[in-house]
Protein backbone atom coordinates (compact mmCIF):
# COMPACT_ATOMS: atom_id res chain seq x y z
CA UNK A 1 0.00 0.00 0.00
CA UNK A 2 1.25 3.97 -0.73
CA UNK A 3 -0.19 5.70 2.30
CA UNK A 4 0.04 9.78 2.15
CA UNK A 5 0.71 10.80 5.87
CA UNK A 6 0.05 14.68 6.75
CA UNK A 7 1.99 15.47 8.96
CA UNK A 8 4.30 13.03 9.22
CA UNK A 9 7.50 14.51 10.52
CA UNK A 10 5.83 15.28 13.75
CA UNK A 11 5.39 13.37 16.78
CA UNK A 12 2.70 11.02 15.99
CA UNK A 13 3.33 11.29 12.24
CA UNK A 14 6.31 10.12 12.48
CA UNK A 15 6.13 6.81 14.29
CA UNK A 16 3.16 6.21 11.79
CA UNK A 17 5.80 6.84 9.05
CA UNK A 18 8.47 4.99 11.13
CA UNK A 19 5.92 1.95 11.97
CA UNK A 20 4.44 1.99 8.21
CA UNK A 21 7.86 1.37 6.40
CA UNK A 22 9.01 -0.79 8.39
CA UNK A 23 5.88 -3.21 7.67
CA UNK A 24 6.54 -2.76 4.02
CA UNK A 25 4.42 0.08 2.85
CA UNK A 26 5.42 2.97 0.47
CA UNK A 27 5.17 5.94 2.91
CA UNK A 28 4.90 10.09 1.20
CA UNK A 29 4.84 11.75 4.23
CA UNK A 30 4.05 15.14 3.93
CA UNK A 31 4.59 17.95 6.11
CA UNK A 32 4.68 21.92 6.22
CA UNK A 33 7.96 21.68 8.93
CA UNK A 34 5.76 24.22 10.96
CA UNK A 35 7.68 24.69 14.26
CA UNK A 36 6.77 21.43 16.20
CA UNK A 37 7.83 19.58 12.81
CA UNK A 38 11.12 17.92 12.94
CA UNK A 39 12.80 15.79 9.90
CA UNK A 40 15.41 13.76 12.35
CA UNK A 41 11.88 12.30 13.52
CA UNK A 42 12.15 10.23 10.47
CA UNK A 43 15.57 9.97 10.10
CA UNK A 44 15.63 6.59 10.78
CA UNK A 45 13.87 5.74 7.42
CA UNK A 46 14.48 8.97 4.97
CA UNK A 47 17.27 6.93 2.77
CA UNK A 48 14.57 3.77 2.53
CA UNK A 49 13.23 3.31 -1.06
CA UNK A 50 9.93 3.33 0.55
CA UNK A 51 10.12 6.74 1.86
CA UNK A 52 9.12 10.38 -0.64
CA UNK A 53 9.22 13.53 1.42
CA UNK A 54 6.92 16.40 0.00
CA UNK A 55 7.28 19.65 1.91
CA UNK A 56 3.86 21.37 1.24
CA UNK A 57 0.90 23.15 3.70
CA UNK A 58 -2.47 21.62 3.58
CA UNK A 59 -3.59 25.51 3.63
CA UNK A 60 -2.68 25.18 0.06
CA UNK A 61 -4.90 22.99 -2.49
CA UNK A 62 -3.22 23.51 -5.50
CA UNK A 63 0.22 22.03 -3.23
CA UNK A 64 -2.06 19.06 -2.53
CA UNK A 65 -3.21 18.63 -6.08
CA UNK A 66 -0.04 18.31 -7.33
CA UNK A 67 1.13 15.77 -4.17
CA UNK A 68 -1.90 13.40 -5.38
CA UNK A 69 -1.35 14.03 -9.18
CA UNK A 70 2.20 12.93 -8.51
CA UNK A 71 2.24 9.92 -5.84
CA UNK A 72 -1.21 8.72 -6.60
CA UNK A 73 -1.79 7.18 -2.90
CA UNK A 74 -4.20 4.46 -2.44
CA UNK A 75 -4.89 5.65 1.15
CA UNK A 76 -4.13 8.75 3.38
CA UNK A 77 -3.57 9.35 7.13
CA UNK A 78 -4.30 12.68 7.83
CA UNK A 79 -2.54 13.65 10.68
CA UNK A 80 -1.62 17.39 10.36
CA UNK A 81 -2.70 19.94 13.03
CA UNK A 82 -1.99 22.71 15.56
CA UNK A 83 -2.16 20.54 18.28
CA UNK A 84 -1.35 22.60 21.29
CA UNK A 85 -4.39 23.50 23.55
CA UNK A 86 -2.25 26.72 25.46
CA UNK A 87 -1.04 27.90 21.93
CA UNK A 88 -5.08 27.77 20.66
CA UNK A 89 -5.75 30.14 23.83
CA UNK A 90 -3.24 32.75 22.77
CA UNK A 91 -3.70 32.42 18.99
CA UNK A 92 -6.66 30.49 17.76
CA UNK A 93 -6.38 31.85 14.22
CA UNK A 94 -3.86 29.39 13.26
CA UNK A 95 -5.77 26.13 14.56
CA UNK A 96 -9.04 27.29 12.40
CA UNK A 97 -7.02 27.37 9.34
CA UNK A 98 -4.91 24.49 9.71
CA UNK A 99 -7.03 22.16 11.22
CA UNK A 100 -10.79 23.31 9.77
CA UNK A 101 -9.95 24.97 6.43
CA UNK A 102 -6.68 22.80 6.14
CA UNK A 103 -8.81 19.18 6.36
CA UNK A 104 -11.13 20.93 3.88
CA UNK A 105 -8.45 21.44 1.49
CA UNK A 106 -7.40 17.68 1.99
CA UNK A 107 -10.95 16.12 1.59
CA UNK A 108 -11.32 18.15 -1.52
CA UNK A 109 -7.87 17.11 -2.93
CA UNK A 110 -8.69 13.03 -1.64
CA UNK A 111 -12.19 13.39 -3.57
CA UNK A 112 -10.99 15.04 -6.88
CA UNK A 113 -8.48 12.37 -6.89
CA UNK A 114 -10.35 9.43 -5.69
CA UNK A 115 -13.34 10.64 -8.41
CA UNK A 116 -10.29 10.97 -10.85
CA UNK A 117 -9.16 7.37 -10.37
CA UNK A 118 -12.65 5.74 -11.14
CA UNK A 119 -13.06 5.86 -7.15
CA UNK A 120 -11.10 2.65 -6.04
CA UNK A 121 -13.13 0.57 -3.58
CA UNK A 122 -9.39 -0.04 -1.70
CA UNK A 123 -9.09 3.86 -0.91
CA UNK A 124 -9.11 5.04 2.77
CA UNK A 125 -9.26 8.34 3.95
CA UNK A 126 -8.09 8.23 7.59
CA UNK A 127 -8.59 11.13 9.56
CA UNK A 128 -6.89 11.35 12.65
CA UNK A 129 -8.05 13.33 15.69
CA UNK A 130 -9.20 13.83 19.96
CA UNK A 131 -11.06 12.74 22.99
CA UNK A 132 -10.69 16.40 23.81
CA UNK A 133 -13.70 16.63 21.16
CA UNK A 134 -15.97 15.46 23.51
CA UNK A 135 -14.92 17.42 26.48
CA UNK A 136 -14.62 16.60 29.88
CA UNK A 137 -15.97 13.88 32.03
CA UNK A 138 -16.49 13.55 35.66
CA UNK A 139 -15.11 11.53 38.02
CA UNK A 140 -16.46 8.27 36.58
CA UNK A 141 -17.62 7.36 32.94
CA UNK A 142 -16.04 7.11 29.30
CA UNK A 143 -15.88 8.93 25.88
CA UNK A 144 -17.57 6.38 23.62
CA UNK A 145 -17.64 7.09 19.73
CA UNK A 146 -21.51 8.25 20.31
CA UNK A 147 -20.74 10.48 22.91
CA UNK A 148 -21.82 14.17 22.30
CA UNK A 149 -19.35 16.70 21.21
CA UNK A 150 -18.70 19.36 23.89
CA UNK A 151 -15.12 20.91 23.16
CA UNK A 152 -13.90 23.41 25.99
CA UNK A 153 -10.92 25.02 24.24
CA UNK A 154 -9.90 26.82 20.66
CA UNK A 155 -8.08 23.63 19.43
CA UNK A 156 -10.61 20.75 20.77
CA UNK A 157 -13.41 23.19 18.56
CA UNK A 158 -11.13 22.97 15.64
CA UNK A 159 -10.58 19.37 15.58
CA UNK A 160 -14.43 18.73 16.52
CA UNK A 161 -15.37 21.07 13.27
CA UNK A 162 -12.81 18.75 10.98
CA UNK A 163 -14.27 15.70 12.46
CA UNK A 164 -17.48 17.07 11.14
CA UNK A 165 -16.23 17.53 7.96
CA UNK A 166 -14.98 14.51 7.07
CA UNK A 167 -18.24 12.89 8.41
CA UNK A 168 -20.45 14.82 6.28
CA UNK A 169 -17.72 14.51 2.72
CA UNK A 170 -18.43 10.53 3.37
CA UNK A 171 -22.12 10.66 4.07
CA UNK A 172 -22.85 13.33 0.70
CA UNK A 173 -20.01 12.36 -1.08
CA UNK A 174 -19.33 9.20 -0.29
CA UNK A 175 -15.67 9.44 0.18
CA UNK A 176 -14.59 6.05 1.85
CA UNK A 177 -13.55 7.57 5.23
CA UNK A 178 -12.48 6.08 8.82
CA UNK A 179 -11.71 8.27 11.89
CA UNK A 180 -10.11 7.76 15.36
CA UNK A 181 -9.79 10.13 18.53
CA UNK A 182 -7.35 9.20 20.93
CA UNK A 183 -6.38 9.60 24.08
CA UNK A 184 -3.29 11.59 24.94
CA UNK A 185 0.07 10.68 23.84
CA UNK A 186 3.32 10.22 25.18
CA UNK A 187 7.08 8.88 23.93
CA UNK A 188 10.14 9.42 22.14
CA UNK A 189 10.29 12.65 19.42
CA UNK A 190 7.55 14.21 21.18
CA UNK A 191 8.17 18.03 20.79
CA UNK A 192 9.37 19.92 24.16
CA UNK A 193 6.24 21.98 24.94
CA UNK A 194 3.83 19.18 26.03
CA UNK A 195 3.72 18.14 30.10
CA UNK A 196 6.15 14.97 29.99
CA UNK A 197 8.98 16.49 27.91
CA UNK A 198 8.56 19.45 30.14
CA UNK A 199 8.88 17.26 32.99
CA UNK A 200 11.67 15.34 31.89
CA UNK A 201 13.68 18.63 30.30
CA UNK A 202 13.26 20.77 33.50
CA UNK A 203 13.81 17.87 36.30
CA UNK A 204 17.24 17.48 34.60
CA UNK A 205 17.95 20.92 34.39
CA UNK A 206 17.40 22.12 37.73
CA UNK A 207 14.17 24.24 36.46
CA UNK A 208 10.63 24.50 38.43
CA UNK A 209 8.22 21.82 37.31
CA UNK A 210 5.19 23.58 36.28
CA UNK A 211 1.81 21.91 37.45
CA UNK A 212 -1.22 23.26 36.55
CA UNK A 213 -3.72 23.97 38.94
CA UNK A 214 -3.41 21.56 41.94
CA UNK A 215 -2.32 18.38 38.81
CA UNK A 216 -5.76 16.61 39.91
CA UNK A 217 -6.70 16.79 36.55
CA UNK A 218 -6.59 13.14 34.54
CA UNK A 219 -5.89 11.66 31.73
CA UNK A 220 -5.77 8.32 29.88
CA UNK A 221 -2.26 7.88 28.54
CA UNK A 222 -1.29 6.41 25.24
CA UNK A 223 2.54 5.25 24.11
CA UNK A 224 2.76 6.80 20.96
CA UNK A 225 4.36 3.53 19.37
CA UNK A 226 0.74 1.79 20.52
CA UNK A 227 -1.08 4.36 18.64
CA UNK A 228 0.72 4.27 15.72
CA UNK A 229 -0.16 0.74 15.58
CA UNK A 230 -4.15 0.98 15.90
CA UNK A 231 -3.62 3.92 13.35
CA UNK A 232 -2.94 1.25 11.01
CA UNK A 233 -4.71 -1.31 12.38
CA UNK A 234 -7.84 0.59 12.07
CA UNK A 235 -6.74 2.05 8.07
CA UNK A 236 -6.61 -1.49 6.82
CA UNK A 237 -9.37 -3.42 8.97
CA UNK A 238 -11.38 -0.78 10.03
CA UNK A 239 -14.98 -0.55 8.68
CA UNK A 240 -15.77 2.83 5.78
CA UNK A 241 -17.43 5.28 7.85
CA UNK A 242 -16.86 3.72 11.70
CA UNK A 243 -15.33 5.62 14.37
CA UNK A 244 -13.06 4.11 16.35
CA UNK A 245 -11.58 5.44 20.13
CA UNK A 246 -8.34 4.90 20.80
CA UNK A 247 -6.99 4.59 24.63
CA UNK A 248 -4.25 3.40 26.35
CA UNK A 249 -5.94 2.05 29.44
CA UNK A 250 -3.77 4.13 31.75
CA UNK A 251 -5.61 6.56 33.49
CA UNK A 252 -3.41 8.75 35.93
CA UNK A 253 -3.98 12.68 37.85
CA UNK A 254 -0.78 14.66 36.36
CA UNK A 255 0.04 15.13 39.82
CA UNK A 256 0.82 11.03 39.85
CA UNK A 257 2.22 11.13 36.63
CA UNK A 258 5.10 13.68 37.75
CA UNK A 259 5.89 11.87 40.78
CA UNK A 260 6.21 8.71 38.81
CA UNK A 261 8.78 10.73 35.78
CA UNK A 262 10.66 12.19 39.24
CA UNK A 263 11.19 8.51 40.53
CA UNK A 264 12.37 7.26 36.90
CA UNK A 265 14.67 10.08 37.01
CA UNK A 266 16.05 10.27 40.64
CA UNK A 267 17.10 6.20 39.87
CA UNK A 268 18.38 7.28 36.68
CA UNK A 269 19.85 10.39 36.92
CA UNK A 270 20.57 10.04 41.14
CA UNK A 271 22.99 13.33 41.10
CA UNK A 272 19.91 15.11 40.92
CA UNK A 273 17.48 13.76 43.24
CA UNK A 274 15.05 13.82 44.82
CA UNK A 275 13.77 15.70 41.51
CA UNK A 276 10.11 16.32 43.18
CA UNK A 277 11.43 19.24 45.11
CA UNK A 278 11.29 20.83 41.71
CA UNK A 279 7.54 20.35 41.54
CA UNK A 280 6.15 24.49 41.54
CA UNK A 281 1.58 24.51 41.29
CA UNK A 282 0.91 27.53 39.03
CA UNK A 283 -1.83 28.68 37.98
CA UNK A 284 -4.23 27.01 35.87
CA UNK A 285 -5.43 27.17 32.21
CA UNK A 286 -8.02 28.57 31.01
CA UNK A 287 -11.30 26.06 30.69
CA UNK A 288 -8.56 22.99 31.41
CA UNK A 289 -10.60 19.80 31.22
CA UNK A 290 -10.61 17.88 34.40
CA UNK A 291 -10.69 14.24 33.06
CA UNK A 292 -10.65 12.58 29.79
CA UNK A 293 -11.06 8.31 29.85
CA UNK A 294 -11.23 6.17 26.65
CA UNK A 295 -13.88 3.59 26.30
CA UNK A 296 -11.63 1.01 23.83
CA UNK A 297 -14.26 -1.58 23.85
CA UNK A 298 -15.12 -1.08 19.60
CA UNK A 299 -11.30 -1.23 18.72
CA UNK A 300 -11.48 -4.10 20.93
CA UNK A 301 -14.10 -6.32 19.57
CA UNK A 302 -14.29 -4.93 16.41
CA UNK A 303 -10.31 -4.96 15.23
CA UNK A 304 -8.86 -6.81 18.21
CA UNK A 305 -6.36 -4.32 18.87
CA UNK A 306 -5.19 -3.11 22.72
CA UNK A 307 -2.43 -1.07 23.56
CA UNK A 308 0.53 -3.06 24.69
CA UNK A 309 2.76 -0.71 26.58
CA UNK A 310 1.72 0.16 30.66
CA UNK A 311 1.86 3.75 32.06
CA UNK A 312 4.92 2.83 33.88
CA UNK A 313 6.90 1.14 31.14
CA UNK A 314 6.00 3.58 28.29
CA UNK A 315 7.31 6.18 31.07
CA UNK A 316 10.65 4.09 31.99
CA UNK A 317 11.25 4.18 27.82
CA UNK A 318 10.96 7.78 27.54
CA UNK A 319 12.94 8.87 30.20
CA UNK A 320 15.52 6.54 28.91
CA UNK A 321 14.84 7.94 25.23
CA UNK A 322 15.56 11.79 26.20
CA UNK A 323 18.38 10.65 28.48
CA UNK A 324 19.85 9.30 25.16
CA UNK A 325 19.08 12.28 22.83
CA UNK A 326 19.66 15.35 24.01
CA UNK A 327 21.44 16.15 21.01
CA UNK A 328 17.75 15.92 19.64
CA UNK A 329 16.10 17.80 22.39
CA UNK A 330 18.82 20.92 22.54
CA UNK A 331 18.37 21.37 19.14
CA UNK A 332 14.56 22.72 19.07
CA UNK A 333 14.98 24.33 22.55
CA UNK A 334 15.35 27.42 21.02
CA UNK A 335 12.21 27.20 18.75
CA UNK A 336 9.40 29.69 19.49
CA UNK A 337 7.78 29.41 22.39
CA UNK A 338 9.36 26.29 23.95
CA UNK A 339 10.15 26.60 27.85
CA UNK A 340 7.48 29.98 28.14
CA UNK A 341 4.12 29.92 29.76
CA UNK A 342 1.79 29.90 26.83
CA UNK A 343 -1.78 29.78 27.33
CA UNK A 344 -2.63 33.16 30.05
CA UNK A 345 -3.87 35.10 27.04
Known sequence: MKILVTGGAGFIGSAVVRLAVARGHAVVNLDALTYAACLENVASVATSPLYAFEEADIRDRAALDRVFATHR???????????????????????????????YNMLEAARA????????????FHHISTDEVFGTLGETGQFTEDTPYAPNSPYSASKAASDHLVRAWHETYGLPVVMTNCSNNYGPYHFPEKLIPV????????????VYGQGTNVRDWLYVEDHADA??????????????????????RNIDLVHMICAILDRLR??????????SFVTDRP??????????TRIRTELGWRPS???????????RWYLDNEAWWRALQSREGVGKRL???
Request: proline content about 7%.
Open 309 to 319: VTLEEGLERTV
Open 73 to 103: PDAVMHLAAESHVDRSIDGPGAFIETNVTGT
Open 199 to 210: VILNALAGKPIP
Open 287 to 296: GHDARYAIDP
Open 231 to 252: LLKVLTEGAVGRSYNIGGENEA
Open 343 to 345: GTA
Open 113 to 124: YWTAEGKPEGFR
Open 270 to 279: PEGAPHDRLI
